[in-house]
């Protein structure tokens, strides 16, 4: 079982940036996948991107690419999202979520989640 917590979630104004992060609770395989998913009201919820634990790739959601930017500290077994030029339609709550190295855009894909953190982006 890994438990992952979200936090730094918070409200900016549209072309500001925000940092959200991602804990897991305990050490896991050394090949795994993490990614970032977003949902707002009354939407589903979508892919933004993910990372690669090992080698530490990434892959991002054509609406974000560009703008936001995920990384990892293994230390701290720690994913970041780093946002950058936020627009309105970025708002949502924020999830993270862990999954076998295959992992790729699909919910599905992946065993645990966080419990998500908002962010509210203002015009």
């Known amino acids: 079982q890994v438990e992952l917590v979200e936090s730094g979630g918070g409200s900016v104004q549209a072309g500001g940036s925000l940092r959200v992060s991602c804990e897991a609770s305990?050490?896991?395989?050394?090949?795994?996948?993490m990614a970032w998913f977003r949902q707002a009201p009354r939407k589903e919820r979508e892919f933004v991107g993910l990372i690669n634990w090992n080698p530490g790739s990434s892959v991002y959601s054509d609406s974000v690419k560009g703008r936001f930017t995920i990384s990892r500290d293994k230390d701290k077994r720690t994913m970041y999202l780093q946002m950058n030029s936020l627009k309105p339609e970025d708002t949502a709550v924020y999830y993270c979520?862990?999954?076998?190295?295959?992992?790729?855009?699909?919910?599905?894909?992946?065993?645990?989640w966080g419990q998500g953190t908002q962010v509210t982006v203002s015009s």
């Open positions: 305990r050490r896991t395989f050394f090949l795994f996948t």
């Open positions: 979520a862990h999954g076998p190295p295959a992992s790729g855009t699909n919910r599905d894909d992946y065993n645990y």
